[in-house]
């Protein structure tokens, strides 16, 4: 079965990589978590603190299409970690 792989890469202001990664544990992944989406990875750089790192896995074009709008559009997401 071929899977839909989305890797996003942050380029973060010098000194906040800790506290977005932080944000991210606390309140980003237990939405992705509530919405269904497979966070496959989440993390810093291995060479740069302030370079972070989401990849994200979906059955198809579609799952992800309707996973994330239902994310992005929720109340939860536009008050929450956004």
């Known amino acids: 079965?071929?899977?839909?792989?989305?890797?996003?890469?942050?380029?973060?202001?010098?000194?906040?990589?800790?506290?977005?990664?932080?944000?991210?544990?606390?309140?980003?992944?237990?939405?992705?978590?509530?919405?269904?989406?497979?966070?496959?990875?989440?993390?810093?750089?291995?060479?740069d603190q302030d370079n972070y790192l989401l990849i994200r896995c979906y059955d198809s074009e579609n799952q992800m299409n309707e996973l994330l709008e239902n994310f992005y559009q929720s109340h939860e997401w536009k008050l929450g970690p956004r």
């Open 1 to 47: 079965m071929i899977k839909i792989v989305e890797i996003l890469s942050y380029k973060l202001k010098n000194g906040f990589g800790e506290e977005f990664y932080r944000v991210m544990r606390e309140d980003s992944l237990p939405l992705h978590k509530q919405f269904k989406i497979d966070v496959v990875y989440h993390g810093p750089s291995l060479n």
